[in-house]
């Protein structure tokens, strides 16, 4: 964390890395602050507090008692003692948190591909010189603004109901079932909910990327005598990549905490089939389990950071051939 | 302690007549006046009932205020040591964590707590106990069975079946002549953890003596114990499986609402569950005709049972700082008339040896066994929620292997015993 803040790093520094400025270059300005007190006036300090105290007590303080209440045998009221590790001894022999890791990660990754793709070829499409370009990209984005929990109640219906109805009339053998009903299809449906409403997310990111791309480099590359699809390869994708890696980063972290869609469509079956590592944790609430479930939580914390780490990491490499 | 330290350091650093105020409040909470209490009651179909009730009691004596709170969430209140005074809700697992730490108080000296069922009460005690103490007073008990379309079955010339056998042949008569015999949601997993599941196993084990003998061997439960699910639960597990052979084609995507209006519809002659589901039936068909019986899971008539839970049952919180003035509003629900008065509107059981008997047709099919305490409660509600009881045997119904599955629900009980 603290060698984002070094002066190398930080001319390379990307979009993404410059959104987490505030927080990594907070500890070291310590380290400077003699030489610049005088010229920073005290008011930014107090920009910071109001953020700073709100951070504390809603995320750092509760996070810190779930890491101390992990290593207890507390289920959220009464008496409670220490029971050492043994929360995290059982939590990786319980093969129900396992499948609920394997589940989520292999979601995040198919559905990161599959937004990311779609998104930036609407984008491509929707910044090209066609008609009604406006609209159409009001319409790309409508999705984005309904919440979560409705579309997935919508698809549910639908996926339920019509899908079913729809493939009877024509005829399609292996969809007149709802894949919401089977073990081994219902991600899928999880997928293509997640995707429908992430991707107006994502298609906004590349837009803006395309277009700040200058038109002098397609000309150039006109004169070299590039066709569009070379075009696409050898100039707009190296010039959107940092764009790609926000949005893959970004998207990878949302898909991770998969919730609400899940609720909405599957609620975590048929059995157990799509229960995801945010819901999971949640029944440590409903469930009187609340120790143990504070233990997996601080293990999937410690593998998010780990992850944010080496995207950070990947990111930088990124810009740098940017 | 907290708020105590709050009050003293406010005290100082702001004004003198803040302290004053404070003061005061203080004096006029002890010197007289009605006491306040907070009644929750979240049980949506009923919160008019109780706001009614509540309205009348606060109006006929002026020594107790009830205040009826519908909303709060119950463990964030008993958490900040600060939970509501009188509490009627569903009695469940759940529940019993709180009576298990001695979160309720000792009802046992209200003379109302002599009028109840000994039968009945022993269903609180079932999920846990708190020695010496009588926490929770059973209110109104819901018992659930089999809800069938009394036209369906006379036309088909079927009888209420009351062996295993019977059940059966009355399934392959409703499947010759073209009717769906059972309607299924195993959509929701609930719906088939109360239904099939609670039904088979309930009217072939005793549920609480598998569960009692379950928690004296806790991380012992695995292949190789006595008692365990994969072992006394198979029989029973397998006969569900082949009812669930009976229902609808397509039962895995239809949820409980479809289900309670294909009900309506005459859509299928059978339907696996409680009496909540009856008043939601009414409501596309009032005048169809329905009744409920036992299910039949083995060949012996005699080992016929219902399904029961405590709907509502009362108690009084230890922490609550107003337990006289909450024992009085108590006595005063559990007066007879407004017990039978709720049970015959929500077509619930009396919980007194003095209560009026069922008078709605659709549950008279069960107040017999109701009576003579041939009942159990469900066995999908004896297991702690974080272990996903419901959705194992929502996928065994759809097709899941059940010896696999029932060991996944012995070795998670296993591992749950290790870490609590």
Known sequence: MTTTASPAASTGRTAASADRAPTTTAPPTSGRSARRRQSVDRIYYLFLVPSLVLFTLAITVPALLGIFYSFTNFIGFGDWEFIGITNYIAVFSDPAILSSYLFTFGFAIVTVLL????????????????????????????????????????????????????????????????????????????????????????????????????????EAAAIDGAKPFRQLWSVTLPLVAGYVVINVILGFKNYLNAYEVIVGLTNGGPGTSTRSIAMTIFTGFTGGDYAYQMANATIFFVIAIVISLIQLRITRGKAALA | MERRRWRSRTAVTLSVAVGLTLGLGGCAADSGGPADITFHMSKPEAIPYFRELTKKFNAEQSDVRVTLDTASNLSAGFLRGNPPDVGLLNYNEEMARFMERGALSDLSDLPVAERIRPDVQELVDQYATYPGRTSVLPYSVAAASVIYNVELFE??????????????????????????????????????????????????????????????????????????????????????????????????????????????????????????????????????????????????????????????????????????????????????????????????????????????????????????????????????????????????????????????????????????
């Open chain 2, 155 to 420: 036309e088909n010339g079927v009888d209420v079946p009351t062996t295993w056998d019977e059940l059966i042949a009355a399934c392959d008569t409703f499947e010759a002549a073209g009717i769906t015999p059972i309607y299924s949601t195993f959509k929701e997993p609930w719906s088939v953890g109360q239904g099939l599941f609670d039904y088979t196993v309930g009217g072939s084990i005793d549920v609480a003596g598998f569960y009692d003998e379950l928690d004296e061997l806790g991380t012992e439960v695995g292949p190789d114990s006595d008692v365990s699910f994969e072992k006394t639960l198979k029989e029973p597990v397998e006969r569900m499986v082949e009812l669930a052979g009976y229902s609808n084609d397509n039962a895995a995507s239809r949820s409980y609402g479809d289900g309670n209006v294909a009900m309506a519809k005459g859509e299928a002659a059978m339907y696996m569950q409680g009496p909540w589901a009856l008043g939601e039936i009414a409501k596309t068909d009032p005048d169809l005709e329905l009744g409920t019986f036992p299910l039949p899971v083995t060949d012996d008539p005699d080992d016929l049972k219902v399904r029961v839970n405590l709907d509502l049952a009362l108690w009084v919180p230890e922490a609550s700082t107003e337990k006289e003035a909450a024992k009085t509003f108590v006595s005063y629900l559990m007066e007879q008339d407004t017990l039978d008065e709720y049970n015959a509107e929500f077509l619930g059981f009396g919980t007194t040896v003095d209560a009026a008997p069922a008078t709605d047709e659709r549950i008279l099919g069960m107040q017999e066994y109701y009576d003579d305490g041939r009942f159990y409660q469900g066995a999908s509600k004896f297991v702690p929620l974080s272990i996903p009881t419901d959705n194992y045997i929502q996928s065994i119904a759809t097709g899941a292997d059940v010896d696999a599955t029932l060991r996944r629900l012995d070795a998670d009980w296993a591992r749950l015993a290790l870490r609590g």
């Open chain 1, 115 to 218: 937004v990311n793709v779609v998104a930036f070829l609407l984008a491509v499409g929707l910044t090209a010189q066609i008609k009604a370009k406006t609209a159409l990209r009001a319409v790309f984005v409508i999705p984005m603004v309904i919440s979560g929990i409705v579309i997935a109640y919508v698809f549910n219906f639908l996926f339920s109901n019509s899908l079913p109805a729809f493939a009877t009339a024509v005829g399609i053998g292996p969809l007149q079932e709802s894949i919401l009903a089977n073990p081994d299809l219902a991600w899928i449906s999880i997928v293509i909910v997640t995707a429908w409403q992430s991707i107006p997310g994502t298609l906004l990111i590349y837009i803006a990327g395309l277009l700040s791309i200058p038109g002098e480099v397609y």
